[in-house]
């Protein structure tokens, strides 16, 4: 019984590992784009990653020829955590 518990926790922590993901991906694509900043998609976006990109930018220089490359760092790291814990745990 504690094996199928902890494997239901880990299932929903990589799965919101994943979506996570997508949503730095979702956020990176849209700033090609200019999106309206008044969107209420846009600003929920930008709330989500923000934290992310304002931890490694604190740490890492993540700007590089007027490209911020904050988003592929974070994104580098949550697919290290994704396949870290699919091989710990499944």
């Given at each position: 019984?504690?094996?199928?518990?902890?494997?239901?926790?880990?299932?929903?922590?990589?799965?919101?590992?994943?979506?996570?993901?997508?949503?730095?991906?979702?956020?990176?694509?849209?700033?090609?784009?200019?999106?309206?900043?008044?969107?209420?998609?846009?600003q929920?976006?930008?709330?989500?990653?923000?934290?992310a990109?304002?931890?490694?930018?604190?740490?890492?220089?993540?700007?590089?020829?007027?490209?911020?490359?904050?988003?592929?760092?974070?994104?580098?790291?949550?697919?290290?955590?994704e396949?870290?814990?699919?091989?710990?745990?499944?």
């Amino acid at each position: 019984m504690i094996d199928a518990l902890l494997t239901s926790v880990f299932t929903v922590v990589i799965s919101v590992v994943v979506l996570y993901k997508w949503i730095i991906i979702i956020a990176a694509i849209l700033t090609w784009v200019k999106p309206d900043p008044y969107n209420p998609i846009v600003q929920l976006l930008y709330r989500l990653t923000e934290p992310a990109y304002a931890l490694v930018r604190k740490y890492i220089p993540t700007v590089f020829g007027g490209m911020d490359l904050a988003p592929v760092i974070v994104i580098l790291i949550l697919i290290f955590i994704e396949t870290f814990l699919k091989s710990l745990f499944f």
